[in-house]
C-alpha cells in the first residue's frame, strides 16, 4: 500500500462508568457536537434499564444487548463479469462494534416512545432479550449471508 495507515485517535474512558466502550457510543449518539446533551441521554437511558431489570445493572444490559446485536458476518455487493454478486466476508472487531452500536442507535431513533433516552433505553431492553429492529437487522444480514455462501469463492 501506498499511503500509510491512519492513525488511531486514543479515546477516553466516560466519566460515570469509566469505559471506553460507552464513550465511543456516546460519540455515535452525539448530534452536532452536543456531547454532554449525549452523554445525558444515555446515562438517562442506562437508569430506565437500571430499574426495569432486575437481575443485572443498566450497563451489563447495555453490553449484553451490544453482543446480541454484533454481526459476525456481512454480505458486500462485488461487480464480476456482467453481474453483481452479495459475497459474504468476515467483519473486523472494530467493525463489528461500530456497526452493532450504528444499529442500536439507529433502530432507537425510529421508535415511538416520547424521549431519546426512553427509545434508547428500550431499544436496549428488547435487544438484550435477543429481539426487537437492531436484533432483527442482524438475523437479516446473517440470512443474506447464508443465502449468498455458494458465492463466498469470490471474496476479494
Given amino acids: 500500500m501506498r ?3 491512519a492513525k488511531k485517535i486514543a479515546i477516553l474512558p466516560d466519566p460515570k462508568f469509566n469505559d471506553v466502550q ?6 455515535n449518539l452525539m448530534l ?4 454532554s446533551l449525549a452523554f445525558r441521554i444515555f446515562y438517562n437511558a442506562i437508569d430506565m434499564v437500571d430499574e426495569k431489570v432486575e437481575e443485572a445493572t443498566g450497563l451489563e444490559t447495555w453490553k449484553k444487548a451490544l453482543t446480541n446485536i454484533t454481526p459476525p458476518v456481512e454480505v458486500k455487493s462485488r461487480r464480476i463479469g456482467g453481474a453483481t ?3 459474504p ?9 461500530s456497526l452493532a452500536m450504528k444499529w442500536l442507535i439507529s433502530f432507537s431513533r425510529k421508535r415511538n416512545e416520547k424521549t431519546m433516552a426512553q427509545k434508547l433505553a428500550f ?3 428488547s435487544a438484550s432479550e435477543e429481539e426487537g429492529a437492531a436484533y432483527k437487522k442482524k438475523e437479516d444480514t446473517l ?3 447464508e443465502a449468498n ?3 463466498s469463492h469470490f471474496r476479494f
Wanted: proline share 3%; aromatic share 8%.
Fill in 3 to 5: 499511503r500509510k495507515k
Fill in 22 to 27: 460507552v464513550t465511543k457510543f456516546v460519540n
Fill in 32 to 35: 452536532d457536537g452536543k456531547k
Fill in 85 to 87: 454478486f452479495q459475497i
Fill in 89 to 97: 466476508t468476515p467483519v473486523r472487531d472494530s467493525r463489528k462494534e
Fill in 123 to 125: 431499544e436496549i431492553l
Fill in 143 to 145: 440470512r443474506m449471508a
Fill in 149 to 151: 455462501k455458494a458465492f
